[in-house]
């Protein structure tokens, strides 16, 4: 097998899954002081134990090493610990915690937060739309509950439940939509007014708690527009999907669609035998369902709706059944989207809090952002930026003083309120308007969707209208789909002029960047990178910046674009929060050279905060009266005497909802294989990628190997093409080594769809454990000199053992301090402590290491003293040796004494 050189240095091994990304804390990051605050390793795992309990959220808690993220942790039962499998080479410097981009391991003293500029005020109230979907419908409801025998999905141990509350129209004639309501993941057990140990099944003295419940408002507007609604429960999901690589997508499909297909069940042969509820409530039209989903509930109907259209592959599908329902389209709460993988082909809305506490980079927004270039779908994709609310007060389950079980605001500060988000702000929404809000925009999708009313698209697709229903709420939208076509998508085709140029969305160069690879908003909506691949290639924009108005900037797509039939060319826009009054006047240019004003433009920065995800696009329109057929060109002139703007998109839009038809496009899995190493011999396996349907494509794999080193190029599926080649040699031998990882992840670039997006081949180990012993466990040495432990390996191995030693405290002897060892020795091992003031090794961050290469039979771990001119006892070191998971290396505590000379 292949040799690679390991460093001198500490080194874990960490197995990380892939669904990654996002809960809260500031974005600053001062060095943590000590080691024991919190981390330890035991048992082959690397753990984190807080101070507090951390609530239960969609954004995944990841543990990262400086800019490294290590992978998504294992939640203890406390709701307090946290713990990830080591298991093969990865360098390991400063250990932090996040969730959706932000630090939850500490809290940021107010002096190192940045200064912010103002707040601006939020912008005006928006015209009224000509129909208010928040407005009750004639019906009269009736609620009630089924709770059906417990089922086994492919990926849990445990069974998950399958219970529903059912708000139902009374009266309604005939068959009757069906919405389906999908929460997130939230704490699962509890016991009276306390959080009960999260673990499923909940412990025989708790509760599970009711999320399901908590979207009763908007079921009840919904049945009384006629719609048969049902919301689903999810609590053995979320108490098992912390295991799942894509954090439960797959499952909450499965749920969704054994949900559906019960209801299916009773709209036919099975009615007689239907819970009470559902024998009280019309029967549903399967062919006419909207999916409902909050956060990571959206990636799961998401999921479900590209499982009905393309199935997942059978070994993991949980609901191998015929699919016998239609979904019309979705909306979605503060969704996840790990994998970066929506269905282009179903309407959707996507709500983006702009107080989200919990997915605070808002990664919902790739819901629309990456069906761009997937293919020419007419499907409308909504993104709608709430200013004030939350992500948990959408469900009155997750909202405190509404909810039974304890509950949380998931926005936080420190330091003194937040003037964007904190209650009792000007911006701030109350539960009840944030709720009231929501089921307002629920209703309006479902308008649009199911019942194909065009009079409230308005309120989705970036025309500016408001539903007063939702007053006093701020929400702004900007779309793509629809009756759009595309004019320019920023590339390196584009030819610019003025003060433009091409950025990189996804880059940590900063003369690359669209925004400064520093800034924690280089990483967060549009910019959000998938699975934390920094750069990301073939993401851009256009960054316009100026410093006088009335000098054009003009960007030209590669080829002329017909408008013919357009009325508008609509321009998704960013500029930096809390500016104001940035003005533009807008041209375009026709294949004969001649320049057509078409008006003049104003964009105001979403009020935010470093608290706050606010570099979000805004749609601005302006008329095409006047304009060439072809356009070869626009000119955006800056009427304001400075500025920055970043351009997504350029579109020629027209009104109306074209009618849009769910099609089966190819779709690629990625699977997982293990393989044994063997002895002898070379073998090539293939990691398994399936690719099912009859169409083509193109779709960015990406493979990584255990120490990090990465690759990513385009593979092009051809029509009929059911597999994509990954080869993977593997070389037999009889030397030990640590487990080989190759990890492949899949994203869809044009005609596809990707379903499991990660997975790739494991080499396992087959050959004899070297027995690794320690000459002395205890040594001693005078200031000065080294305290030297030394490691012996009895055979050879591949790419040498390694493990690492943390101190901890002596038990009743002084302690060795900063100021007794190698000052530049010590910032190296703790990655930039201070040495002063002095104290204690164990309350730092010292991280020692053993090494013994493949050749050598030894490795040590030392520790340089120096000489001080203070007359002292002996002091102590102790050392406790961590392990990787299958190493050979034992985890025993090391002692040393200085003696003074």
Same mark, same amino acid.
């Given at each position: 097998?292949?040799?690679?050189?390991?460093?001198?240095?500490?080194?874990?091994?960490?197995?990380?899954?892939?669904?990654?990304?996002?809960?809260?804390?500031?974005?600053?990051?001062?060095?943590?002081?000590?080691?024991?605050?919190?981390?330890?390793?035991?048992?082959?795992?690397?753990?984190?134990?807080?101070?507090?309990?951390?609530?239960?959220?969609?954004?995944?808690?990841?543990?990262?090493? %400086?800019?490294?993220?290590?992978?998504?942790?294992?939640?203890?039962?406390?709701?307090?610990?946290?713990?990830?499998?080591?298991?093969?080479?990865?360098?390991?410097?400063?250990?932090?915690?996040?969730?959706?981009?932000?630090?939850?391991?500490?809290?940021?003293?107010?002096?190192?937060?940045?200064?912010?500029?103002?707040?601006?005020?939020?912008?005006?109230?928006?015209?009224?739309?000509?129909?208010?979907?928040?407005?009750?419908?004639?019906?009269?409801?009736?609620?009630?509950?089924?709770?059906?025998?417990?089922?086994?999905?492919?990926?849990?141990?445990?069974?998950?439940?399958?219970?529903?509350?059912?708000?139902?129209?009374?009266?309604?004639?005939?068959?009757?939509?069906?919405?389906?309501?999908?929460?997130?993941?939230?704490?699962?057990?509890?016991?009276?007014?306390?959080?009960?140990?999260?673990?499923?099944?909940? /412990?025989?003295?708790?509760?599970?708690?009711?999320?399901?419940?908590?979207?009763?408002?908007?079921?009840?507007?919904?049945?009384?527009?006629?719609?048969?609604?049902?919301?689903?429960?999810?609590?053995?999901?979320?108490?098992?999907?912390?295991?799942?690589?894509?954090?439960?997508?797959?499952?909450?499909?499965?749920?969704?669609?054994?949900?559906?297909?019960?209801?299916?069940?009773?709209?036919?042969?099975?009615?007689?035998?239907?819970?009470?509820?559902?024998?009280?409530?019309?029967?549903?039209?399967?062919?006419?369902?909207?999916?409902?989903?909050?956060?990571?509930?959206?990636?799961?109907?998401?999921?479900?709706?590209?499982?009905?259209?393309?199935?997942?592959?059978?070994?993991?599908?949980?609901?191998?059944?015929?699919?016998?329902?239609?979904?019309?389209?979705?909306?979605?709460?503060?969704?996840?989207?790990?994998?970066?993988?929506?269905?282009?082909?179903?309407?959707?809305?996507?709500?983006?809090?702009?107080?989200?506490?919990?997915?605070?980079?808002?990664?919902?927004?790739?819901?629309?952002?990456?069906?761009?270039?997937?293919?020419?779908?007419?499907?409308?994709?909504?993104?709608?930026?709430?200013?004030?609310?939350?992500?948990?007060?959408?469900?009155?389950?997750?909202?405190?003083?509404?909810?039974?079980?304890?509950?949380?605001?998931?926005?936080?500060?420190?330091?003194?309120? %937040?003037?964007?988000?904190?209650?009792?702000?000007?911006?701030?929404?109350?539960?009840?308007?944030?709720?009231?809000?929501?089921?307002?925009?629920?209703?309006?999708?479902?308008?649009?969707?199911?019942?194909?009313?065009?009079?409230?698209?308005?309120?989705?697709?970036?025309?500016?209208?408001?539903?007063?229903?939702?007053?006093?709420?701020?929400?702004?939208?900007?779309?793509?789909?629809?009756?759009?076509?595309?004019?320019?998508?920023?590339?390196?085709?584009?030819?610019?002029?003025?003060?433009?140029?091409?950025?990189?969305?996804?880059?940590?160069?900063?003369?690359?960047?669209?925004?400064?690879?520093?800034?924690?908003?280089?990483?967060?909506?549009?910019?959000? /990178?998938?699975?934390?691949?920094?750069?990301?290639?073939?993401?851009?924009?256009?960054?316009?910046?100026?410093?006088?108005?009335?000098?054009?900037?003009?960007?030209?797509?590669?080829?002329?674009?017909?408008?013919?039939?357009?009325?508008?060319?609509?321009?998704?826009?960013?500029?930096?929060?809390?500016?104001?009054?940035?003005?533009?006047?807008?041209?375009?240019?026709?294949?004969?050279?001649?320049?057509?004003?078409?008006?003049?433009?104003?964009?105001?920065?979403?009020?935010?905060?470093?608290?706050?995800?606010?570099?979000?696009?805004?749609?601005?329109?302006?008329?095409?009266?006047?304009?060439?057929?072809?356009?070869?060109?626009?000119?955006?002139?800056?009427?304001?005497?400075?500025?920055?703007?970043?351009?997504?998109?350029?579109?020629?839009?027209?009104?109306?909802?074209?009618?849009?038809?769910?099609?089966?496009?190819?779709?690629?899995?990625?699977?997982?294989?293990?393989?044994?190493?063997?002895?002898?011999?070379?073998?090539?396996?293939?990691?398994?990628?399936?690719?099912?349907?009859?169409?083509?494509?193109?779709?960015?794999?990406?493979?990584?190997?255990?120490?990090?080193?990465?690759?990513?190029?385009?593979?092009?599926?051809?029509?009929?093409?059911?597999?994509?080649?990954?080869?993977?040699?593997?070389?037999?031998?009889?030397?030990?080594?640590?487990?080989?990882?190759?990890?492949?992840?899949?994203?869809?670039?044009?005609?596809?769809?990707?379903?499991?997006?990660?997975?790739?081949?494991?080499?396992?180990?087959?050959?004899?454990?070297?027995?690794?012993?320690?000459?002395?466990?205890?040594?001693?040495?005078?200031?000065?000199?080294?305290?030297?432990?030394?490691?012996?390996?009895?055979?050879?191995?591949?790419?040498?053992?390694?493990?690492?030693?943390?101190?901890?405290?002596?038990?009743?002897?002084?302690?060795?301090?900063?100021?007794?060892?190698?000052?530049?020795?010590?910032?190296?091992?703790?990655?930039?402590?201070?040495?002063?003031?002095?104290?204690?090794?164990?309350?730092?961050?010292?991280?020692?290491?053993?090494?013994?290469?493949?050749?050598?039979?030894?490795?040590?771990?030392?520790?340089?003293?120096?000489?001080?001119?203070?007359?002292?006892?002996?002091?102590?070191?102790?050392?406790?040796?961590?392990?990787?998971?299958?190493?050979?290396?034992?985890?025993?505590?090391?002692?040393?004494?200085?003696?003074?000379?």
């Amino acid at each position: 097998m292949r040799r690679y050189l390991m460093a001198a240095t500490l080194t874990v091994a960490l197995v990380a899954g892939a669904a990654g990304p996002a809960t809260a804390a500031p974005p600053a990051s001062p060095t943590p002081g000590s080691v024991s605050e919190g981390w330890s390793t035991a048992g082959g795992e690397l753990t984190w134990r807080s101070d507090k309990r951390v609530p239960i959220g969609d954004a995944a808690v990841e543990f990262w090493s %400086d800019d490294r993220r290590l992978g998504p942790a294992r939640p203890h039962p406390d709701g307090r610990t946290f713990s990830l499998a080591l298991d093969g080479p990865a360098p390991l410097g400063e250990l932090t915690v996040r969730a959706g981009g932000r630090r939850i391991d500490e809290d940021v003293p107010p002096a190192t937060r940045r200064a912010a500029p103002p707040v601006v005020a939020p912008p005006g109230r928006q015209p009224a739309a000509a129909v208010d979907p928040g407005v009750a419908g004639p019906y009269r409801q009736v609620t009630g509950e089924y709770a059906l025998p417990d089922v086994k999905l492919p990926e849990f141990p445990e069974k998950v439940e399958m219970r529903a509350v059912v708000v139902a129209p009374v009266g309604a004639s005939g068959v009757r939509p069906l919405a389906l309501f999908l929460h997130g993941r939230h704490a699962f057990c509890y016991r009276g007014d306390e959080y009960g140990p999260q673990q499923w099944p909940c /412990p025989a003295d708790a509760e599970p708690i009711p999320s399901h419940r908590g979207y009763l408002q908007a079921q009840r507007l919904l049945a009384s527009q006629g719609y048969l609604t049902v919301s689903i429960s999810a609590n053995g999901i979320n108490g098992q999907d912390w295991a799942a690589e894509d954090g439960g997508a797959q499952a909450r499909s499965d749920l969704v669609r054994l949900h559906l297909a019960k209801w299916a069940d009773w709209t036919g042969a099975g009615r007689a035998g239907a819970p009470g509820i559902v024998r009280a409530a019309p029967r549903a039209d399967l062919s006419r369902v909207f999916l409902v989903g909050h956060s990571r509930g959206g990636e799961g109907v998401s999921r479900a709706a590209m499982d009905s259209l393309t199935p997942p592959p059978a070994s993991r599908d949980g609901y191998p059944g015929r699919v016998r329902w239609t979904i019309r389209g979705m909306l979605l709460i503060g969704p996840t989207l790990f994998g970066h993988n929506p269905v282009p082909d179903v309407p959707a809305v996507t709500i983006l809090p702009g107080c989200d506490g919990d997915v605070y980079d808002q990664q919902g927004q790739l819901f629309v952002d990456e069906t761009r270039d997937i293919g020419d779908s007419r499907a409308l994709r909504s993104a709608l930026y709430m200013i004030g609310a939350n992500h948990n007060f959408f469900n009155t389950e997750w909202t405190p003083g509404q909810s039974v079980a304890p509950s949380n605001d998931d926005f936080a500060t420190v330091g003194g309120p %937040d003037p964007v988000c904190s209650p009792g702000t000007a911006t701030r929404l109350t539960a009840t308007q944030q709720q009231t809000a929501g089921a307002t925009y629920i209703a309006a999708a479902a308008r649009l969707f199911v019942a194909g009313d065009d009079r409230v698209r308005p309120l989705l697709d970036g025309s500016g209208r408001r539903a007063p229903s939702a007053d006093p709420a701020r929400v702004l939208s900007h779309a793509l789909g629809g009756n759009r076509t595309p004019l320019l998508t920023p590339d390196p085709s584009t030819r610019l002029s003025g003060g433009a140029r091409i950025c990189d969305q996804v880059s940590d160069d900063p003369e690359r960047s669209c925004l400064d690879p520093e800034d924690p908003n280089a990483l967060l909506a549009h910019f959000v /990178p998938f699975l934390w691949t920094v750069p990301e290639p073939d993401r851009y924009a256009a960054a316009l910046r100026w410093s006088a108005a009335g000098r054009p900037i003009r960007l030209s797509p590669a080829r002329p674009v017909a408008v013919a039939g357009a009325r508008d060319l609509a321009l998704r826009v960013i500029v930096p929060p809390n500016t104001t009054d940035t003005r533009f006047d807008v041209a375009v240019i026709g294949p004969d050279g001649r320049r057509s004003r078409l008006g003049a433009v104003r964009v105001d920065g979403l009020p935010g905060t470093e608290y706050t995800t606010s570099y979000w696009a805004q749609e601005v329109r302006v008329p095409l009266r006047g304009a060439p057929a072809r356009i070869t060109a626009i000119e955006i002139t800056p009427r304001t005497a400075d500025g920055r703007a970043w351009l997504l998109d350029a579109w020629a839009w027209r009104p109306g909802t074209p009618p849009t038809r769910a099609s089966a496009p190819s779709r690629v899995d990625i699977g997982a294989l293990e393989v044994q190493e063997g002895d002898s011999g070379t073998k090539t396996y293939e990691t398994p990628v399936s690719v099912t349907g009859g169409g083509g494509g193109t779709v960015r794999l990406y493979v990584t190997d255990d120490l990090g080193n990465s690759r990513s190029w385009l593979a092009t599926v051809r029509p009929g093409q059911r597999s994509i080649r990954i080869p993977v040699e593997v070389v037999g031998d009889t030397v030990w080594n640590y487990t080989e990882q190759h990890t492949l992840a899949a994203k869809a670039e044009r005609g596809l769809v990707v379903g499991g997006y990660v997975g790739g081949l494991a080499v396992l180990n087959d050959d004899p454990v070297p027995a690794i012993d320690v000459e002395s466990t205890s040594v001693r040495a005078a200031e000065g000199e080294l305290l030297t432990w030394r490691f012996t390996s009895s055979a050879p191995t591949e790419v040498g053992i390694f493990a690492y030693a943390l101190p901890q405290v002596p038990a009743d002897r002084p302690e060795l301090s900063t100021t007794d060892v190698d000052p530049e020795w010590f910032t190296m091992f703790t990655g930039g402590d201070p040495v002063e003031p002095s104290r204690p090794l164990s309350q730092t961050w010292l991280a020692t290491s053993v090494f013994i290469p493949p050749d050598a039979a030894t490795g040590d771990i030392s520790v340089p003293t120096i000489i001080d001119s203070i007359d002292e006892p002996d002091e102590w070191i102790e050392l406790q040796v961590y392990n990787p998971s299958a190493g050979p290396v034992p985890e025993v505590v090391l002692t040393g004494v200085v003696t003074n000379g």
